[in-house]
């Protein structure tokens, strides 16, 4: 793991590790303190599994398996799932071991699920756009502000309904605030939730995640004033550089603030046979 020290200077490798790193750090803490949820923190894996069958509350974060003994993991990992009768969403990173994980994935029964573009920034190269006049962006601070943040992120983002509520557990169970390495943010037009960001302070820079908006709302520079407030907030407390990962369509909203792509996560899926009968 990287020092908690703030990055400062760094060549693209260091880059790289840290995109990792806090991505993998956020999914310990966005996952990890829900109780609903096992951690499984193990030298070659780090993957979580809860009672809720759904790939965003059971997934795989860090590989680092051998040639010899990827398949059997695999294998060990689809039994683990089945037995509760859940899925399984795994994450390959440009550190994943072997190199062609996604190939042995494949062949077990996982399908391709997506593909994200790590990026980062130079936060002394952030290009700075005037907000909206009409929008108010807050941290979200208490009960009522993390609750309205979780439905406002799963309205964005078509959460199925079942999901709805575990999405708000889960997002109470987090330890955020905003003085904190975590903190999450609304924005709101004519007082009402319309658009989310979240800053996560670890690995020595700072990582943007769930950044959403409203259908209704999009195209207005909603998503792009809410993913700039808590970037000015690192700047502010003397963070160098800024994470994220981004979908083919975010990646001109983040180019645009000066983000760039350093690497490359996948997603594969096994939505687990058992399921269907």
Known sequence: MMSDKILQDADDSQIIEAIEENFCSFGTTQLGRWSRIEV????DLLWFKSDVPAPSFNTNLRARLSPENVDLIIARQQAAYAERNLPLLWWTNPSSTPPEIGRHLISAGFVHHGELAGMAMDLNELVEEA????????????????????QTLCQAFDTPQALVEPMIEQSLAMDYGPGGP??????????????TASLYLESGVAGIYNVSTLPAYRGRGFGTAVTLAPLLEAKKRGYRF??????SMAISLYRRLGFKTYCYFHQYLWPNPAQDK
């Open 182 to 195: 975590l903190v999450n943010y609304i924005g709101f037009l004519d007082g009402q939730p319309v658009t």
């Open 131 to 150: 907000y909206p006049d009409d929008l108010v962006i807050e941290p979200a601070v208490g009960t009522i502000a993390q609750q309205n943040f979780a």
């Open 242 to 247: 800024s994470v994220l990962h981004s979908s």
């Open 40 to 43: 499984h923190d193990e030298p």
